[in-house]
């Protein structure tokens, strides 16, 4: 009987006890291929050596010190370092280091809510954000994400947020639509939704570059993040970049954004920023907002214990130095095409695979109960959890979820293997991957 409050209170979770690059050994010596790491978290693999060896030093020079009061040598060179290669329009701007990606998020509304403050722009209190989304856990957080599912149970504690419909592909481009004419459309919704409320009250619109969990590594289409960034200049609306899941190199640049060609007010960053060698995340702020507040009170309304974590910001520094000097996105970029390639292959002639999608090593496989009707399979049937056990079973690990349809029906399972993967890793993932599904809708068709 285990005393931990795990995620499944009826299920015997095997010990993991040792690692082999981008290999999880269990107390069985089972090995399993981490292909998801974890949540899209451990880009290098589980055992990088340099790393480890900066951890180590770190620890042995500071381990904390209360940031209301010091700061530290990581902590300041790691947010140099991000604010650096940040995309261009930001200004110089600031960063600031958290505990998780729900922190930041928080931490992120915070920051924009005071933004309109120091500006004496107090009317502007609402949020909009996209459906369906995943923007964290906490309930500022949970109530700004739009996932039905995840909501349902907490719904009457999270506070009122807008949606609009995210920019997805498979269930809202029109037949007859060009690109153009599908991006326009579904980013005039934002320009809708801000009038609909007054644009003197809207505070923020928050959106993943390519959304994450909730829909499973969904690109926008060309122009549409051109055109958000217009309407929100236009209505002096922030705009909160959630890369939580899809910044840090995931998508094949070290920022999502970059490869829409604009930059956000505000970014949130977590997962591939410290590789899950330390819990960390990060917000991004340009520097139009933090001369609002250096002009207006010059404090920060929002504080945590753990900010700047020395040896949290040290990991997070050696992640990004490794990424960067061992020119991993180019091999993000290569086993990305190759993942999506042979994903492709394999998948596309079997029945019930309604959509392939994604960008750089973020791939998701959409399953339906009918391709023509594109109707998902019942949620009760559990089709991704389904591959995720038989996945694991043949020694391979997956991120299934289940609500993109609709918030509660709608089966994907989503890969992020680690940036350093290497050609045979990437041919493994496609052929277990494959495998798993056939089996598992073998079980429900």
């Known amino acids: 009987m285990s005393s931990v409050l795990h995620r499944s209170l009826n299920s015997t979770l095997p010990i993991i006890k040792s690692v082999d690059a981008n290999y999880l050994i269990d107390e069985h010596g089972k090995r399993y291929l981490d292909a998801c790491g974890g949540a899209a978290v451990s880009c290098l693999g589980h055992d990088n050596a340099k790393v480890?060896?900066?951890?180590?030093?770190?620890?042995?020079k500071l381990a904390f010190a209360h940031s209301g009061s010091f700061t530290n040598e990581p902590t300041e060179e790691l947010a140099e370092f991000l604010i650096n290669r940040a995309p261009s329009g930001l200004g110089a701007g600031r960063v600031m280091f958290l505990g998780s990606g729900s922190e930041a998020m928080e931490a992120a509304l915070k920051l924009a809510r005071q933004f309109h403050l120091e500006r004496k722009d107090t009317k502007r209190v609402n949020i909009i954000a996209r459906t369906p989304s995943y923007h964290g856990n906490t309930l500022g957080a949970l109530a700004t994400g739009g996932?039905?599912?995840?909501?349902?149970?907490f719904q009457p504690m999270l506070m009122q947020v807008h949606h609009i419909d995210a920019a997805y592909r498979y269930r809202m481009k029109l037949e007859d639509e060009s690109e153009d004419e599908y991006a326009l459309r579904m980013a005039n919704q934002l320009e809708k939704k801000i009038r609909d409320l007054g644009p003197e009250t809207v505070m923020a619109f928050v959106a993943e570059p390519v959304v994450g969990a909730s829909l499973g590594s969904q690109p926008a289409p060309i122009g549409y993040f051109k055109r958000i960034r217009d309407i929100c200049n236009n209505y002096g609306v922030l705009y909160i970049?959630?890369?939580?899941?899809?910044?840090?190199?995931?998508?094949?640049?070290?920022?999502?954004l970059e490869q829409e060609g604009i930059f956000a007010d505000i970014t949130t960053l977590a997962k591939g920023l410290g590789a899950g060698y330390q819990p960390i995340a990060a917000v991004m702020a340009s520097e139009s907002v933090v001369s609002a507040i250096k002009k207006g009170s010059g404090t920060l309304w929002n504080?945590?214990?753990y900010m700047?974590?020395?040896?949290?910001?040290?990991?997070?520094?050696?992640?990004?130095?490794?990424?960067?000097?061992?020119?991993?996105?180019?091999?993000v970029k290569m086993r990305g095409d190759q993942l999506a390639l042979a994903l492709k292959k394999q998948l596309d002639a079997k029945e019930n695979i309604g959509d392939i999608r994604g960008r750089g090593l973020f791939w998701t496989v959409e399953l339906v109960a009918d391709t023509l009707t594109k109707k998902p399979f019942s949620a009760h049937l559990k089709v991704?959890?389904?591959?995720q056990i038989i996945a694991k079973e043949l020694g391979l690990m997956c991120y299934p979820a289940q609500g993109c349809a609709?918030?509660?029906n709608g089966d994907h399972v989503l890969l992020a293997?680690?940036?350093?993967?290497?050609?045979?890793?990437?041919?493994?993932?496609?052929k277990i991957t494959t495998k798993a599904i056939s089996m598992a809708l073998s079980e429900v068709t």
């Open 303 to 305: 504080g945590h214990t």
């Open 52 to 60: 480890r060896a900066a951890l180590k030093d770190q620890i042995d």
């Open 406 to 408: 609709d918030g509660e």
């Open 241 to 256: 970049a959630d890369e939580v899941m899809c910044g840090m190199g995931r998508t094949g640049t070290l920022f999502a």
């Open 417 to 430: 293997p680690a940036y350093n993967s290497t050609s045979t890793e990437i041919d493994l993932i496609a």
């Open 147 to 153: 996932h039905a599912g995840r909501r349902a149970p």
């Open 308 to 331: 700047s974590h020395s040896v949290a910001t040290a990991g997070a520094l050696a992640v990004q130095k490794v990424i960067e000097d061992e020119g991993l996105l180019e091999n």
């Open 384 to 387: 991704a959890q389904r591959i």
